[in-house]
């Protein structure tokens, strides 16, 4: 029998839909390669498998009622441990959050259980859900499943070494500064930043969020193919009207020119050789399929970067930084440090400017989407980070900062991004970054198709 946990999300839906296997089969499986797995990488940091079968049994009995299970019927699904699910502490990595336990469901994971999802089990962040890479001292250090070596990445850093491992076919992510791209790029798997209000999001166990959080951050799903960020997508986003920035815009649009911009070097960022090739790569597979590509530079990316940051270290400068200093976490301790040391607080004027100066960027990049639907840029200047090196000193902090300029700039703007992996330089993945405009997912998704259909399809991996 094939082993369930290697097949895709659609494969399993539509199995589980014809009656091929029984939900409660994939469920199984599902939990029997956590079991073997898990304990080497640290990705799913609590679940629960009588709750799993439970779930599994309710979607056989819907099946066997002849009604219709949903478009995930079935697929076992992580929830990362930031978002709120019912019976579950939302402890987003802190101690001082290990009993906040919830008794409704984020908007985006009621969706995925409206859609036939399996909930598989809670997966891992950093403190916060602050850095590129995953390790709190709440639930411990997350590995990288393809070289333990390399960063996981992060925030979403569980949820992408769970899926890299068979861990679930979907893994929900979110992303304020690349905690959904970042990760699918360090374990070799493809992310999906939505456009800001696509995906419902809300937790019920935490105050409302401030501006910044409430105009940069998204939920999104992270998987080894297309089509399944595809489904998952698709079932995330219906509508929920508890986040009043929700907006019900249709998931496929007119079809666009089928031509890219190759941005190499946005800005003048520095970019190693291997990432070079990988876009260039890229490139060459939308070429062959009949696309046409252009070598320019991208709108800002710089100045949107520097007010995020500032948007971001607002809030904690106003009341964040009390539980920070009581959650006493070395590694939140210190990227704050050296994130205040590189960005000056501002006065209210200074806020002020900064959200007025968004719609500036926003037309610019939406004016950009005109002439190029699709931009091909860097995930990160360099390749996969050696694991933990951000807390190494400052020097490399700032480095790695730098190298992560394409991450933290674009989400000012609320603009989507995929991260489509292309491949291995040795052991290390490596991949590229896809930006469209506002509520344009489907020309994304339509591309990195090509660009996937031009590599070697993304398999579970025994981790290394």
Known sequence: MTDLWRLPATDLAHRVRSRRVSATEVARDALARLDAVNPAINAVIEHRPEDVLAQAAAIDATIGRGEDPGPLAGVPTTIKVNADQAGYA??????????????????????????????????????????????????????????????????????????????????????????????????????????LGRIPAWNPTGAERHIGGQLMAVSGPIARTIADLRVAFAAMAARDIRDPWWVGAPLEAPPVPKRAALCLNPEGMAVQPAVTAALRDAASRLEAAGWTIEETDTPPLREPAALQAMLWLAESRRGLNTALHREADPDASFVFAQMEALCPQPDLNGFMDALQKRSFFVRQWMEFFERFPVAITPVSGELPFRDQEDVESPEAFRRIMEAQLTQVGLPLMGLPGLVVTTGLVGTVPVGVQLLAGRYREDVLLRAGAVIEAGGVPASPVDPA
């Open 90 to 195: 939302t402890t987003n990595g802190l101690r001082l959050q290990k009993d906040l336990l919830a008794k409704a469901d984020n908007p985006v994971v009621a969706n995925l259980r409206r859609a036939g999802a399996v909930l598989l089990g809670r997966t891992n962040t950093p403190a916060f859900s602050l850095r590129w890479f995953t390790r709190n001292s709440l639930h411990g250090h997350t590995k990288n499943p393809r070289d333990a070596s390399i960063t996981p990445g992060g925030s979403s850093g569980g949820a992408a070494a769970a899926v890299a491992a068979g861990i679930g076919a979907i893994g929900h992510g979110t992303d304020i500064g690349g905690s959904i791209r970042y990760p699918a790029y360090a374990c070799g798997v493809h992310g999906l930043r939505p456009t």
